[in-house]
């Protein structure tokens, strides 16, 4: 592995992995604190109808699905605003809707001979310049967001009603929650893909949440978490020839198991203590 590291993919993996775990941890920890796991897992499946325009109208496709993804991701926060119970319908609008809206593009575009499993389950050893300065500028806005609207989004994420009372814009941080879960979403794809980046948003921070005391803390915890999936992965890929964003994926559910089960036993241990 690190006589790998003289090669100029691997380097651009190594920054790309290390722009995704900051991206997803910080973004996870919103997603799991806000218990919006199935949102975000429609956000994901959405991108892809952004990634089928893109081909089809012969535009960059990063740009344009990380576009269609914040403008879906936008629309159910809407919908989602007026009625907490019609979330289920919003996430089946993202889901099909825009894994449908990708196929029929795609089947419409003439000439189409770009491989799909790319966008699919990321191709982190592939990832270019221009894609890299992409993914770079993504985690530069998600980084400001944060950092410039951390209180309103604790509020939120914390008591809704009580950020309500206290004269909180709710709804605009909550369509502000949503397009960056969308924006985190996209700057992963390159990595892990669309199927697989729900994993690496929601593992990290479920991991985070047994140490971290705060919002702050849950960030931090999550985006280490999920630097040391993404190190393991990339290395484990590179050394068996795999597909790096399912190495990923796999050693984050393999530590999470382990970690439920250690949690599960020292639970039983001193329950049969006591």
């Not at 775990?21 to 996870?28: E, K, P, Q, W």
């Given at each position: 592995?690190?006589?790998?590291?003289?090669?100029?993919?691997?380097?651009?993996?190594?920054?790309?992995?290390?722009?995704?775990?900051?991206?997803?941890?910080?973004?996870?920890?919103?997603?799991?604190?806000?218990?919006?796991?199935?949102?975000?897992?429609?956000?994901?499946?959405?991108?892809?109808?952004?990634?089928?325009?893109?081909?089809?109208?012969?535009w960059p496709v990063?740009?344009?699905?990380?576009?269609?993804?914040?403008?879906?991701?936008?629309?159910?926060a809407?919908?989602?605003?007026?009625?907490?119970?019609?979330?289920?319908?919003?996430?089946?609008?993202?889901?099909?809707?825009?894994?449908?809206?990708?196929?029929?593009?795609?089947?419409?575009?003439?000439?189409?001979?770009?491989?799909?499993?790319?966008?699919?389950?990321?191709?982190?050893?592939?990832?270019?310049?221009?894609?890299?300065?992409?993914?770079?500028?993504?985690?530069?806005?998600?980084v400001?967001?944060?950092?410039?609207?951390?209180?309103?989004?604790?509020?939120?994420?914390?008591?809704?009603?009580?950020?309500?009372?206290?004269?909180l814009?709710?709804?605009g941080?909550?369509?502000?929650?949503?397009?960056t879960?969308?924006?985190?979403?996209?700057?992963?794809?390159?990595?892990?893909?669309?199927?697989?980046?729900?994993?690496?948003?929601?593992?990290?921070?479920?991991?985070?949440?047994?140490?971290?005391?705060?919002?702050?803390?849950?960030?931090?915890?999550?985006?280490?978490w999920?630097?040391?999936?993404?190190?393991?992965?990339?290395?484990?890929?590179?050394?068996?020839?795999?597909?790096s964003?399912?190495?990923?994926?796999?050693?984050?559910?393999?530590?999470?198991?382990?970690?439920?089960?250690?949690?599960?036993?020292?639970?039983?241990?001193?329950?049969?203590?006591?």
């Open positions: 592995m690190l006589e790998a590291l003289a090669y100029p993919f691997m380097q651009k993996a190594l920054v790309s992995v290390l722009l995704v775990s900051v991206a997803c941890g910080i973004v996870g920890a919103l997603v799991v604190v806000n218990r919006m796991t199935f949102l975000a897992g429609g956000v994901a499946h959405a991108g892809y109808g952004g990634v089928g325009l893109a081909f089809f109208a012969g990063m740009i344009t699905a990380t576009l269609f993804a914040v403008g879906a991701a936008i629309l159910a809407l919908i989602t605003l007026r009625d907490r119970e019609r979330l289920d319908v919003a996430v089946g609008l993202l889901w099909a809707g825009g894994m449908a809206f990708g196929v029929l593009l795609i089947d419409l575009t003439p000439g189409y001979n770009v491989d799909l499993m790319s966008y699919l389950f990321g191709s982190i050893l592939a990832v270019g310049n221009d894609v890299l300065r992409m993914m770079a500028v993504s985690v530069g806005i998600l400001a967001i944060v950092a410039a609207f951390y209180r309103p989004l604790l509020a939120v994420s914390v008591d809704r009603e009580f950020a309500r009372a206290r004269g814009p709710v709804a941080v909550h369509v502000l929650l949503v397009a879960v969308a924006l985190a979403v996209m700057t992963a794809v390159p990595a892990i893909g669309l199927i697989l980046v729900i994993a690496l948003l929601t593992i990290p921070a479920y991991l985070a949440e047994i140490t971290a005391r705060s919002l702050a803390a849950l960030m931090v915890t999550a985006s280490l999920a630097l040391v999936f993404s190190l393991s992965g990339l290395a484990l890929a590179y050394a068996f020839d795999l597909t964003g399912a190495v990923i994926v796999a050693a984050a559910v393999v530590t999470l198991a382990l970690a439920e089960v250690l949690r599960f036993g020292l639970r039983h241990i001193r329950t049969g203590a006591v």
